[in-house]
């Protein structure tokens, strides 16, 4: 059932900007010579962005560190292939969450939890508020958040907006079966381990059957039965790397890991800070058509 009550946006700020990062010409600098073009980049997102929806419910949430996440206490390994963010890179982060603060945007950032834990939270709050989410990001990991009729999941800049059934139809299982899918298969962007000989097709396939993680170990020995390639193997191989898969679920899971609370997280744009963006700007050497977009948002011209 349709809700009269606003779309509530909520922006996973980290893959934007890493796209930035590796698409913009390194020219972009500031007037010290230190690169900007990651934040120049996020600036030309969040104004198409704004401009196009109008949102007046939409918070951005930055990933604060790749190694203290608690899911790094659960698994020292995870995003262990990932190298440390350059200083060039860090230093525009810190740029991106002043850039959304002087728009009005809430940020969200954490030192123990990821951007999609922080998402996770906002969207639950906000769902059981009554207002569908968006969740406005290229990550797969978050298309298990869709669980609302209104709910989706969009990659903005590539156009790409999915419902709950065209997440299913893109990745083969429902959303709310994305974490155990990841679970099954692991995350090589994140370092998870899954188990091995256990593919896309094939966790689809198991979970199109058993609809999850634990009603799969309960009735392993059904696997025998299924019409699947290799099912009969299958089932020493689970058994095998049933902790493996068990640990991989609690880093692949958005769920309950942040205790809820009863006031609402903030989503709402507040008033623009038009001077602080002129300060931000001037800092950053940006030109006056960039300049001028995003004053427009401030409502300042």
């Known amino acids: 059932m ?11 700020a980290s893959i ?10 390194d020219a972009f600098s500031d007037p010290a010579g230190r690169p900007t073009n990651a934040v120049y980049g996020f600036a030309r997102f969040l104004c198409e962005f704004l401009e196009e929806t109008g949102s007046r419910h939409t918070a951005v949430a930055f990933d604060e560190s790749l190694a203290s996440s608690f899911r790094n206490e659960l698994y020292p390994d995870y995003k262990a292939n990932r190298e440390p963010a350059p200083p060039e890179l860090e230093r525009q982060f810190a740029w991106c969450k002043d850039l959304a603060r002087c728009l009005g945007l809430p940020v969200h950032v954490d030192d123990r939890f990821e951007a999609d834990d922080l998402i996770a939270s906002l969207a639950g709050c906000w769902r059981e508020r009554g207002h569908p989410v968006c969740v406005v990001t290229g990550d797969k990991d978050l298309a298990q958040l869709v669980l609302g009729p209104d709910d989706a999941w969009w990659d903005f800049a590539r156009r ?19 974490a155990d899918y990841l679970a099954l298969t692991g995350d090589a962007v994140d370092n998870i381990p899954g188990v091995p000989g256990i593919g896309p097709k094939t966790a689809a396939a198991l979970l199109g059957h058993f609809r999850t993680l634990d009603a799969l170990y309960a009735r392993l020995d059904e696997l025998q039965f299924l019409k699947l390639r290799g099912a009969k193997s299958l089932i020493p191989r689970l058994r095998t790397h049933e902790e493996t898969v068990r640990l991989a679920r609690q880093l692949t899971g958005l769920d309950a890991v942040i205790e809820k609370v009863d006031a609402a997280p903030d989503v709402e744009r507040r008033r623009a800070d038009p001077d602080g963006m002129d300060a931000l700007l001037d800092g950053l050497g940006f030109g006056q058509t960039l300049r001028q977009r995003l004053h427009r948002l401030t409502g300042t011209v």
């Open 2 to 12: 349709s809700t009269d009550k606003p779309v509530v946006h909520l922006i996973d």
């Open 16 to 25: 934007y900007i890493f796209r930035a990062w590796y698409s913009m010409p």
């Open 160 to 178: 790409n907006r999915l419902d709950a059934d065209g997440v299913e139809a893109r990745f083969g299982v429902r959303p709310d079966q994305i």
